[in-house]
């Protein structure tokens, strides 16, 4: 029988830390709709199939060799086993657990800096973003411009196009599909600080993807070239965008967007430059961890939080 309360257990293959995923978003200033508190867990209101569902990840285990992770939906409304298998999907995609980390792991006993980082983020796992179409919004509104002022317009975007839900007595923004955002009054995005280019390629995007034209799950299919290649066909993703898109919102393992200016200032870290690399140094430095170089720059990012600095 189907009930407006569901709890159930997500089991994954040791090492994992929801410790890390949890610092990974709190200190994160992209993270925008997601509620984190060390004790409440992770907190995301979803349209799944059209319904509201309130979903909340938590721990009952901070022992990552021993993780016992489950999945809590709320809504008003009975939790069928469609929308209880979509808040599933939802949970084991941003939580990355069907990736077995295993190959990853090998990879530190060739690199020394790579190992530190995995020791002292034992069990961290990427964290991916609700949907592609979410990462591929908040690339666009983060593009060349500091993070401090993406982090303002997507909240001016959530504002603007969004909806709000109430439940439990809490209001909780939901992001919007591409139809809604094509509804909105794009002249006021000018109003909210939205640059007229910026506004156009959320439009452009939105539509190609309201269409068919853009097909996140056919290009999930596709090579990672290929799936690279056809996003920048449209206007406004150039390669930095689609990397982004592939690694955080469809989950491809060996995507680096190496143009990133907070990977490039890592590398030159970590790897004795003295100063920020270059695109191609990050790509050449990070060849050796073919097929992980999305799981390394995740390490990367998560450095740099540590230190106070922004990512995107």
Same mark, same amino acid.
């Given at each position: 029988?189907?009930?407006?309360?569901?709890?159930?257990?997500?089991?994954?293959?040791?090492?994992?830390?929801?410790?890390?995923?949890?610092?990974?978003?709190?200190?994160?200033?992209?993270?925008?709709?997601?509620?984190?508190?060390? @004790?409440? &867990?992770? +907190?995301?209101?979803?349209?799944? =199939?059209?319904? $509201? *569902?309130?979903?909340?990840?938590?721990?009952?285990?901070?022992?990552?060799?021993?993780?016992?992770?489950?999945?809590?939906?709320?809504?008003?409304?009975?939790?069928?086993?469609?929308?209880?298998?979509?808040?599933?999907?939802?949970?084991?995609?941003?939580?990355?657990?069907?990736?077995?980390?295993?190959?990853?792991?090998?990879?530190?006993?060739?690199?020394?800096?790579?190992?530190?980082?995995?020791?002292?983020?034992?069990?961290?796992?990427?964290?991916?973003?609700?949907?592609?179409?979410?990462?591929?919004?908040?690339?666009?509104?983060?593009?060349?411009?500091?993070?401090?002022?993406?982090?303002?317009?997507?909240?001016?975007?959530?504002? @603007?196009? &969004?909806? +709000?839900?109430?439940?439990?007595? =809490?209001?909780? $923004? *939901?992001?919007?599909?591409?139809?809604?955002?094509?509804?909105?009054?794009?002249?006021?995005?000018?109003?909210?600080?939205?640059?007229?280019?910026?506004?156009?390629?959320?439009?452009?995007?939105?539509?190609?993807?309201?269409?068919?034209?853009?097909?996140?799950?056919?290009?999930?299919?596709?090579?990672?070239?290929?799936?690279?290649?056809?996003?920048?066909?449209?206007?406004?993703?150039?390669?930095?965008?689609?990397?982004?898109?592939?690694?955080?919102?469809?989950?491809?393992?060996?995507?680096?967007?190496?143009?990133?200016?907070?990977?490039?200032?890592?590398?030159?870290?970590?790897?004795?430059?003295?100063?920020?690399?270059?695109?191609?140094?990050?790509?050449?430095?990070?060849?050796?961890?073919?097929?992980?170089?999305?799981?390394?720059?995740?390490?990367?990012?998560?450095?740099?939080?540590?230190?106070?600095?922004?990512?995107?």
């Amino acid at each position: 029988m189907a009930e407006n309360r569901v709890t159930l257990p997500l089991p994954v293959d040791p090492p994992f830390s929801f410790r890390w995923a949890m610092e990974y978003l709190s200190s994160s200033p992209s993270t925008v709709l997601e509620n984190v508190d060390s @004790h409440a &867990g992770l +907190q995301r209101m979803l349209y799944l =199939h059209g319904m $509201p *569902v309130l979903l909340v990840l938590r721990s009952a285990s901070e022992d990552v060799e021993h993780p016992a992770l489950f999945v809590e939906m709320h809504s008003d409304q009975k939790i069928s086993r469609v929308i209880r298998d979509a808040g599933l999907h939802w949970a084991r995609n941003t939580l990355n657990l069907d990736q077995n980390p295993r190959g990853f792991l090998t990879l530190g006993k060739q690199d020394a800096p790579l190992r530190q980082l995995q020791e002292q983020f034992r069990g961290m796992r990427p964290v991916r973003i609700a949907s592609p179409y979410e990462s591929l919004i908040w690339a666009i509104i983060g593009q060349q411009i500091h993070v401090a002022f993406a982090r303002r317009l997507k909240y001016r975007f959530l504002e @603007h196009c &969004g909806d +709000q839900v109430q439940m439990n007595d =809490h209001l909780y $923004p *939901v992001f919007p599909g591409p139809e809604q955002v094509l509804r909105a009054d794009q002249q006021k995005l000018a109003t909210l600080q939205f640059s007229r280019q910026k506004s156009a390629y959320i439009a452009t995007v939105s539509a190609a993807v309201a269409d068919g034209r853009l097909n996140f799950e056919a290009i999930s299919a596709l090579p990672q070239e290929q799936a690279i290649s056809h996003l920048t066909k449209f206007r406004g993703i150039g390669r930095w965008t689609a990397e982004y898109v592939l690694m955080r919102g469809l989950g491809y393992s060996d995507c680096i967007p190496a143009a990133d200016i907070g990977l490039r200032k890592v590398a030159g870290q970590l790897y004795g430059l003295g100063r920020t690399a270059s695109e191609k140094e990050v790509r050449d430095v990070t060849e050796q961890f073919h097929g992980w170089r999305s799981w390394v720059a995740f390490y990367w990012w998560m450095t740099l939080q540590q230190n106070g600095q922004s990512t995107k």
